[in-house]
């Protein structure tokens, strides 16, 4: 191998978990465990606001949420944050 040189390793068979979160809210236990069905919980973000977009449990972005062409829900990416290092 040349010194300097990459080397390239194939990420096809890789799997990363992505998930997106909606929004935060604090519960004191008591309030968790009255849930019920239809129960809503107030979250700490507006309809309008960005979601969070995570990687392996990493913030990688910021998106909004839109209704795809199939009625499925998606996010369209934003804002992607850059790795510090």
């Known amino acids: 191998m040349v010194s300097g040189a990459k080397k390239i390793i194939p990420n096809d068979g890789i799997k990363v978990e992505i ?21 809503v919980v107030e979250l700490d973000r507006g309809i309008n606001d960005y979601v969070d977009i995570y990687a392996n449990d990493v913030l990688i972005g910021r998106g909004e949420v839109i209704i795809t062409e199939n009625d499925s829900i998606g996010i369209s990416v934003t804002e992607m944050l850059g790795s510090k290092g």
């Not at 998930?19 to 129960?39: F, I």
Request: proline share 0%.
């Open 19 to 39: 998930y997106v979160t909606l929004g935060t809210a604090t519960l004191r236990v008591h309030q968790l465990l009255k849930l019920g069905r239809g129960a």
